[in-house]
C-alpha cells in the first residue's frame, strides 16, 4: 500500500539543513515543505518586502528559484537560541552563483523554528545585505543607527 | 537594608515592552536591562553591520542614542511564536523623530527573547529597512530576490 509521507524534521537543525539544501537546489518543492503552513508565517528576503502566511512564501520563492540561476549558499558564525518548542538561528548566509568564482555575497539571516504536529518547520526567515563593519566604520557618521531615510 | 534589585521580566511581551520603552527614552541602562549580559546575542540595526556580544550591543545603542534625537517607536502588525524559553516578535516598527509630524520610516524587526535565571531577556534584534510591496513590484525585475551586490 502506498502513502503520502510528509518529510518530518526531528530538530530545528535538521529543518535549517532542509532549507539550504532546498535554497541550493532551487527546489520549490522541498523549500516549502520546511516551512509551517500557517497563515502566520513571515519571510523577508533581501531588500524585499515583508511576506506574510504560507501563499505569500511560496509564490516568493517560486520567482526566486524561477530566475533559473542556482546559487551556492553556505551559512555560517551561527548563533542558537533553542527552546523546546520554538528554536532561532541566526546565521551568516555566504551566497555565490554555483559552479562560479564569483564574488561572495554576504546576508544576515535569522531564521525562526517551531515544533508542530508536523515536526520542526520554519515559522520566519528574515534576510538583509549584511554590512561589513569596515566599511560602517568608514561612513559618517559612524555609528550603525536607526537612519530616518 | 538597600540592595540593587536587578529588574525581571515575566514575560517576553513584558520585555518587548521595555525594550521599545527604552528605546524611545533613549535610555542606555534600561535598555541593555533588556538584553541577556551575553556573549552571543546578535544585534543588526538597519544597514548596520552584526554585532555579537552583550558589549558590542551596548556600544551601538550608546552611539545611537548620544545622537541625541529621541524616535517615536511603534511595533505593530506582530507575529508572535511563542515557546516555554524561547520566543519571538516579528513586527512592523514605525519610526519617526519624536514630537514632530515628520514621515514615518518603516523598519522590519525580528525579536527573539530567552527565558533566563533572570527572567525574560533579548537575544536577538535583527532590524532592516521595510520596502513597501507596491514599490518591489514596480521594480524590475518584480519579485524579491536574493540579490547579488
Redesign the interface.
Known sequence: MKQTVKKMFATADEAEGAFYDAFERANLSAMMAVWAESD???C?????????GFEAVRE?WM??F??GAT?RVRAS?Q?R????????R?V?ER???AGED??V?L??A?N?Y?LTTNGWRM??H????????Q??QAEE?????????
Open positions: 502566520d508565517v513571515v523577508v528576503h533581501p531588500q524585499g518586502p515583508r511576506l506574510v516568493s520567482q526566486i524561477a530566475g546559487l558564525e548563533r537560541f533553542d527552546g523546546s518548542s520554538v528554536a532561532v541566526a551568516i551566497v555565490s552563483p564569483a564574488p555575497s546576508v544576515c535569522t525562526v517551531e515559522v520566519s528574515h534576510a538583509s545585505p549584511m554590512v561589513e563593519p566599511r560602517a557618521p559612524p555609528p550603525p543607527g536607526y537612519t530616518l531615510h
